[in-house]
C-alpha cells in the first residue's frame, strides 16, 4: 500500500513554528542573568568605593585621606567585568556634589574627597553621611532583531551619556567613621 506524501514537511513547520520563540525566550533569559548580573557588580563596586571612603575621614590611622582617584580605583577594582569608560560616577556629600561622565576622569582627580580642608567642609568628620551612585549601560543584543534598529536601539536618557538601550543605576550611603 503507498503512502501518502500530503504529510511530508509537517515536523519542519512545526520544529519551526516552535523553535523560533524558543530561540527568543532562551536569548531573552541570557540577556535578562547578564542584566542582573552588571547591575549586581555595580551595586557591589559602588558599596565597596563608599566602604573605601568612609574609613578615611580625618580622624583615621591610615594617615592617607581618600581622594576621588583612591575611591575610583576602589570601585573599578571591586566592579569586575565593568569597562571603566562606561562608568558614570556621581559623588555628594553634606556641602558638596561631584559628577565623572567617565570613570577615567575620575582616575584623574586627586583631589581629597569628602572634603575637610576648611571649618566651612567638614564632610570627612565623623557622622557626616556621603553617597556615592554609580551609573552603567546596558545594551541588549535582543535589539539587534528589532527591525529598523541597525546596530541597536537608541533611547536618549539623561543619565548615561550617548545611546544606550537601558541605564543600571546603583546607589550606596553611608556616614564616616573615623
Known amino acids: 500500500m503507498p503512502r501518502h506524501r500530503s504529510g511530508r514537511g509537517n515536523a519542519t513547520i512545526e520544529f519551526t513554528l ?8 532562551l536569548i531573552s533569559t541570557i540577556e535578562m542573568a547578564r542584566g542582573m548580573w552588571i547591575y549586581h557588580t555595580l551595586a557591589y563596586a559602588v558599596k565597596e568605593g563608599t566602604r ?3 574609613a578615611r575621614g580625618q580622624n583615621n590611622t591610615l594617615a592617607n585621606l581618600s581622594t576621588y582617584q583612591g575611591v575610583c580605583n576602589a570601585i573599578i577594582q571591586a566592579g569586575a567585568g565593568l569597562i571603566k569608560d562606561d562608568l558614570s560616577l556621581t559623588f555628594q556629600s553634606a556641602t558638596q556634589t561631584k559628577s565623572f561622565p567617565n570613570g577615567n576622569d575620575c582616575l584623574a582627580d586627586t583631589d581629597p574627597w569628602p572634603p575637610g580642608a576648611t571649618v566651612s567642609k567638614i564632610d570627612d568628620q565623623v557622622g557626616q553621611p556621603i ?6 549601560p546596558f545594551v541588549s543584543t535582543i535589539s539587534m532583531f528589532w527591525p529598523g534598529a541597525g546596530q541597536g536601539m537608541a533611547f536618549q536618557n539623561l543619565t548615561c ?6 541605564c543600571l543605576p546603583a546607589a550606596s550611603q553611608d556616614v564616616m567613621q573615623f
Do not use: M
Open 18 to 25: 516552535v523553535g523560533i520563540p524558543l530561540v527568543f525566550v
Open 52 to 54: 573605601y571612603a568612609v
Open 131 to 136: 553617597w556615592i551612585t554609580g551609573y552603567y
Open 161 to 166: 551619556n550617548g545611546p544606550f538601550a537601558l
